[in-house]
Every structure is written in C-alpha cells, then in structure tokens.
C-alpha cells in the first residue's frame, strides 16, 4: 500500500517563501500525477497544484505567481514552494496521488495525512 | 472556476438511517465527479469517482449518481465510523474545486 508523508517547517515567516516535500513510500513515483492540496483551519480544501511524471505542471491561477511543483523521482519524493506568503497561507498542507483517467477527469486515491504550516512574525 | 456548492452543509442521522447528500456544479461538469470522506486529523479518503465508481475498498453502502450539473452521494445504511465530513470535488477542468462540505453528525 502506497504511502504519503509531507514535511516541512511549521512556522513560516510573512514574506518568506514555504517550502514542502512529499515522501512516497510503498509504491513508484511513475505513471502517477502528484498532488498538492491545502485547507485552512475550519475550512474547505483548496487545489494548489499538480506535476505530472513527465514533469507537466499544473498550478491554481490563484496562486500560479508563488507556486513551484517539482518531483525528485530518484528520492521518490515531491516538492511545494509557495512563495511571499502571508497569514493567508496559514493551512493544513496535503499532498496526493491522481489518477488521470483516459477518458477524463483526474482523482485523488492515497492522501498523506497533512502538514500544519502556520504563517507569523 | 467552477463553483461547487454541497447541500445540507450539515446533517444529523442515525445508526441504519440511508443518507443522501447533494452536491451541484455551477456549469456542466459530465460525470467528472469525485467523492472523499474526511475525518478529523486525517487527510481525505476517496469513495467515489467518475460520479458513481466505487473506489477499490470502500463499502458498497456508498453510491454515488448524476452528471451533468446535479450528483448525490448516498449512505444505504450508516455505520458508526461513517460519520464525518464529505467532500465533492470536480475534475471537468482545473482549478480543480470542491465543494465546502457536508459534515454527518450523529444524531
């Protein structure tokens, strides 16, 4: 069974840049989309963004200006920068696996279990 | 982007009562539906894809239906881990969005 497991700092400066990985262990980082998705404490969830495993990107226009997705395969890992950030920020960081189907549409079968990056001076 | 909007935003039930919760997309989004089960400090858990295929796992009590604009996610009978949060999520076109929530309580 494939798992999940973000890390990172916790605390992040106003202006400073958020920098997070994503380990995947039990399964490839191949074949797959990878995922990053955040929720704000008592919020709903809020796509960030998305690498392929032939590198193509795909970012949320939100946040497309702060936001860098990279794969690591040899580390079988992900990464997130989200850059200049602000209280705004302050979430509740998950990263994902899609399945991009053939026919359409993309879902997210394995989650890790979440990365609280709070954003203060 | 495509709005999601999730109705009741919450909803009280029992042990063995069928639940169903609605989910509407604010345009046309096909089948390209997904259904996750979140519950507290955990992340998501995907039940249902493409509107109404059961994810390798998940309970057969869980059915989803629709397209178009309008989808339901239906609990047969509930069981006491089944109460949570639950989400849609779209995947017709990025930004990918889901939906604010529907949090099952028990009754």
Same mark, same amino acid.
């Given at each position: 069974?494939?798992?999940?497991?973000?890390?990172?700092?916790?605390?992040?400066?106003?202006?400073?840049?958020? /920098?997070?990985?994503?380990?995947?262990?039990?399964?490839?980082? =191949?074949?797959?989309?990878?995922?990053?998705?955040?929720?704000?404490?008592?919020?709903?969830?809020?796509?960030?963004?998305?690498?392929?495993?032939?590198?193509?990107?795909?970012?949320?226009?939100?946040?497309?200006?702060?936001?860098?997705? /990279?794969?690591?395969?040899?580390? =079988?890992?992900?990464?997130?920068?989200?850059? /200049?950030?602000?209280?705004?920020?302050?979430?509740?960081?998950?990263?994902?696996?899609?399945?991009?189907?053939?026919?359409?549409?993309?879902?997210?079968?394995?989650?890790?279990?979440?990365?609280?990056?709070?954003?203060? /001076? | 982007?495509?709005?999601?909007?999730?109705?009741?935003?919450?909803?009280?039930?029992?042990?063995?009562?069928?639940?169903?919760?609605?989910?509407?997309?604010?345009?046309?989004? &096909?089948?390209?539906?997904?259904?996750?089960?979140?519950?507290?400090? +955990?992340?998501? +858990?995907?039940?249902?894809?493409?509107?109404?295929?059961?994810? &390798?796992?998940?309970? &057969?009590?869980? &059915?989803?239906?629709?397209?178009?604009?309008?989808?339901?996610?239906?609990?047969?009978?509930?069981?006491?881990?089944?109460?949570?949060?639950?989400?849609?999520?779209?995947?017709?076109?990025?930004?990918?969005?889901?939906?604010?929530?529907?949090?099952?309580?028990?009754?």
């Amino acid at each position: 069974q494939v798992q999940l497991q973000e890390s990172g700092p916790g605390l992040v400066k106003p202006s400073e840049t958020l /920098s997070l990985t994503c380990t995947v262990s039990g399964g490839s980082i =191949n074949n797959y989309y990878w995922i990053w998705i955040r929720q704000p404490p008592g919020k709903g969830l809020e796509y960030i963004g998305y690498i392929s495993y032939s590198g193509t990107t795909n970012y949320n226009p939100s946040l497309r200006s702060r936001v860098t997705i /990279s794969v690591d395969a040899s580390k =079988n890992q992900f990464s997130l920068i989200l850059s /200049s950030v602000t209280a705004a920020d302050t979430a509740l960081y998950y990263c994902a696996r899609g399945i991009m189907m053939v026919r359409g549409g993309q879902h997210f079968d394995q989650w890790g279990q979440g990365t609280l990056v709070t954003v203060s /001076s | 982007d495509i709005q999601m909007t999730q109705s009741p935003s919450s909803l009280s039930a029992s042990v063995g009562d069928r639940v169903t919760l609605t989910c509407r997309a604010s345009q046309t989004i &096909s089948r390209y539906l997904n259904w996750y089960q979140q519950k507290p400090g +955990k992340g998501p +858990k995907l039940l249902i894809y493409i509107a109404s295929t059961l994810q &390798s796992g998940v309970p &057969s009590r869980f &059915s989803g239906s629709g397209s178009g604009t309008d989808f339901t996610l239906t609990i047969s009978s509930l069981q006491p881990e089944d109460f949570a949060t639950y989400y849609c999520q779209q995947s017709y076109s990025t930004p990918y969005t889901f939906g604010q929530g529907t949090k099952l309580e028990i009754k």
